[in-house]
């Protein structure tokens, strides 16, 4: 033990090992007394002390709920298209409850870099996983050399939660690397669900899924885990939790409850004819150009259900007023290939494009209390933001060198300015299996400007005047377009990002042909 005694001749304080001075103990505990300032700052020491301790015991630190959907467009909910075809009663009562997201971006048109870019903050190209992992389409280029699994040296969202003692559950699909890179070995106490793979054999029991003991044959897939998360959700009630229910749908296969189907069979049906074109070229494939898709819509509708079942229960557990819900998706709708089963019109593509309709998702966030309920933002947000945020809604230290492509967007949650950022960008050196080529892009205010890596060539769209970016102004803006290609380079040179190479062995007479190499299913 060390006690200090009185000064030395340099008048710093000695330390002396050895008896506690009777007199030194007194006058430690009389100077803050005798010293009014002293006084002053210790008094103001234990009030703060004493209200952060009141704050902690009074608000306990709030619970996650982050629903992630896979492959649903931005015009699927209603909240964003009071003409969908599709009925989203739950997300449309999620919305008014919280903020909608005009603006919010996935970080990739396919799915496994945005998953990485949720969980790390980071970009994909930083990462270098910026294709769906099993993904190996060629073309005219090799495309970008990706990695098959999100490292562990990653410290995901759920490991940063999970030091800060929060119990964490991940239900669903993860596709973030298989073996060893499974969603427990990043921070999750719970896997249900979440394999290697991008999509299930089946939507109905038997599901063939390693992490997923079958049900009752014919349960459905996004019902069971649901059932799951609720469970979950029992069990820990009593402390803070992430609960990260990543569902399958709406990817393909295309399966519905067959009873949905039947109903979305008849109101197809009860459409009024239409004369335009439902399918119109984008580039080698065809976009749909308006929703009428029984079975997609059946899916939709099971997908709102296990939203509607989540609230309810944070509601039927007291938990509401205190956990925050987010509900996002991985990537665009699936417009152009693998049966195009939606449509994102107004917006331009869908899963696997750059354009709009590729990376423009559904967002919304509902923090009790905080968020105005009802608000709407347009501040263009993208998918690494999450990390951060989340970080700060629960309180926590921020990790700017983990999550350092994302910004906290607290002060817009709160209604505040938007937090200061000069561009988005995306990084996507691959062929899509929907049609999209090898590219990248950088959106800065309203302008976006997007980079084809095959011959250079760029297009630049002002999305406030065009969101459909059907006006390519890369000719008539020069000034714009090099600014645009500045930052985009500068993105480009800081991540590192890995680009495509030249395909020596590219046969233009068999495109097709060998670009199909894909080991897994279609993301
Ligand atoms: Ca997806």
């Known amino acids: 033990m060390c006690n200090l005694t009185n000064a030395d001749s340099t008048g710093k304080p000695r330390i002396r090992p050895g008896v506690l001075g009777p007199f030194f103990l007194l006058r430690l505990i009389l100077n803050p007394l005798l010293q009014p300032k002293l006084w002053k700052l210790t008094a103001s020491a234990c009030a703060l002390l004493l209200s952060a301790s009141t704050l902690s015991a009074k608000t306990p630190k709030p619970n996650i709920v982050f629903i992630l959907a896979d492959d649903l467009g931005y015009m699927d909910i209603a909240a964003n298209n009071a003409k969908t075809f599709y009925e989203t009663p739950n997300l449309n009562k999620l919305a008014t409850q919280g903020m909608r997201f005009t603006d919010g971006y996935a970080a990739c048109p396919v799915c496994s870099p945005t998953r990485a870019s949720i969980l790390t903050g980071k970009y994909p190209a930083r990462l270098r996983l910026t294709d769906y992992i099993g993904g190996r389409r060629t073309g005219k280029l090799l495309p970008a050399e990706y990695l098959d699994h999100l490292p562990l040296e990653e410290v995901t969202l759920a490991e940063a939660l999970k030091e800060a003692g929060y119990a964490t559950g991940f239900f669903g699909k993860w596709h973030l690397g298989a073996g060893a890179y499974l969603p427990e070995a990043q921070g999750f106490d719970v896997n249900i669900g979440g394999n290697g793979a991008g999509s299930p054999s089946s939507y109905f029991s038997p599901y063939h899924n390693p992490k997923l003991p079958d049900g009752p044959e014919g349960e459905y897939l996004a019902d069971r885990l649901t059932d799951e998360a609720l469970s979950f959700l029992d069990a820990h009630r009593k402390q803070p939790f992430l609960l990260y229910l990543a569902h399958y749908s709406v990817h393909i296969p295309l399966q519905g409850k067959k009873n949905l189907v039947a109903k979305y069979q008849a109101k197809a049906a009860a459409l009024p004819e239409s004369t335009a074109a439902k399918f119109v070229p984008e580039g080698e494939k065809q976009a749909r150009q308006f929703q009428d898709h029984p079975t997609y819509a059946a899916m939709v509708e099971s997908l709102d259900d296990s939203v509607g079942r989540i609230t309810k229960k944070l509601e039927d557990l007291g938990l509401a007023e205190n956990t925050i819900v987010i509900f996002f998706s991985d990537n665009g709708g699936l417009s152009t290939a693998e049966g195009a089963p939606t449509s994102n019109v107004p917006l331009r593509g869908g899963k696997g494009w750059l354009y709009e309709g590729g990376v423009r998702e559904p967002m919304l966030i509902k923090w009790p209390r905080v968020i105005k309920a009802g608000s709407v933002c347009s501040t263009p947000v993208i998918s690494t933001d999450f990390y951060p945020t989340i970080l700060g809604m ?61 011959d250079s060539h760029c297009e630049l769209y002002n999305l406030k005047d065009d969101l459909s970016e059907k006006h390519d102004l890369i000719s008539q803006m020069p000034d714009k377009a090099k600014e645009m290609n500045a930052l985009l380079d500068q993105f480009l040179n800081e991540t590192h990002a890995v680009l495509p190479v030249l395909n020596a062995h590219y046969d233009p007479r068999a495109p097709e042909k060998q670009g199909r190499q894909s080991k897994s299913k279609p993301d």
């Open 394 to 454: 629960a309180g926590l230290a921020q990790r700017p060198r983990q999550h350092c492509d994302g910004v906290d967007l607290a002060p817009l949650l709160k209604g505040d300015k938007a937090p200061r950022r000069k561009a988005i960008f995306w990084h996507y050196p691959h062929y899509g299996n929907q049609g999209g080529h090898p590219g990248c892009a950088v959106r800065s205010g309203d302008w976006k400007l997007i980079r084809f890596f095959e």
